[in-house]
């Protein structure tokens, strides 16, 4: 992780790094590592963070910009049932908390905070293991998502090399099989410009 402002932010190694509260122009070295520190960020604190909305390139659908905040951001929808009474709500977490950070990814292959909003409109739980405890079903089937995605997307990498590694095998045989296929039409062509030769040179002895 570093900091644009601040050389002594550099040493992604320093195990100070995650002290830091989160602020503009922060670098990080990937997109996980951005999650990683906001996380442990909101276990200080005492709040659990969510992984929230992306922004993905329109060419080739990489993760562009990502935003990560509270829990409790957003508010619960009621649900009306078939005959449009509303159905007894479940316990929400929701209490439109606007607490977050973006990162966006930077042309130099990095990622950077572009804002932070510091401020939550609740309480903040003391234990960070009692924070840990609070987060819903739903925000536990993101995390193995995004963890069942990304290693799907290294799966897919790697049959992409195989399947670029055997292209470029069959390429090259396709050259040398060209190459012997021309090799014998010259020799073809050769051979008759003798045959005509020599058959030029027994009418001309009769």
């Known amino acids: 992780m570093e900091d644009e402002d601040d050389p002594t932010t550099k040493n992604s190694n320093n195990t100070d790094d995650f002290a ?13 590592a951005a999650k990683m520190f906001y996380d442990d960020y909101s276990r200080r604190l005492g709040f659990v963070m969510r992984v929230m909305s992306c922004r993905r390139s ?4 990489r993760i562009l910009a990502r935003r990560f905040g509270c829990n409790k951001e957003g508010h ?5 049932g078939k005959f449009g009474s509303v159905r007894k709500p479940r316990p929400s977490t929701r209490e439109g908390c606007k607490a977050m950070i973006h990162v966006k990814y930077d ?9 932070f909003v510091k401020e ?16 819903d079903e739903k925000d536990k ?26 292209a470029k095998i069959v390429e ?35």
């Open 58 to 61: 329109e060419k080739d659908g």
């Open 141 to 166: 089937r993101i995390q193995e998502l995004t963890i069942e995605l990304r290693n799907k997307k290294r799966l897919c990498a790697a049959y992409k090399e195989q399947l670029d590694a055997f």
């Open 120 to 135: 939550h409109n609740h309480p903040l739980v003391v234990s960070p293991r009692e924070a840990r405890h609070t987060l």
């Open 20 to 32: 830091i509260e989160p602020r503009e122009g922060i670098i990080f070295e990937s997109e996980d």
């Open 172 to 206: 090259e045989h396709s050259n040398q099989i060209a190459k012997k296929v021309e090799n014998v039409v010259n020799n073809l062509k050769e051979f008759e410009h003798l045959e005509h030769a020599l058959l030029r040179s027994k009418q001309d002895a009769i």
């Open 76 to 80: 619960c929808v009621s649900i009306r």
């Open 107 to 115: 042309r130099s292959g990095k990622w950077v905070i572009t804002k």
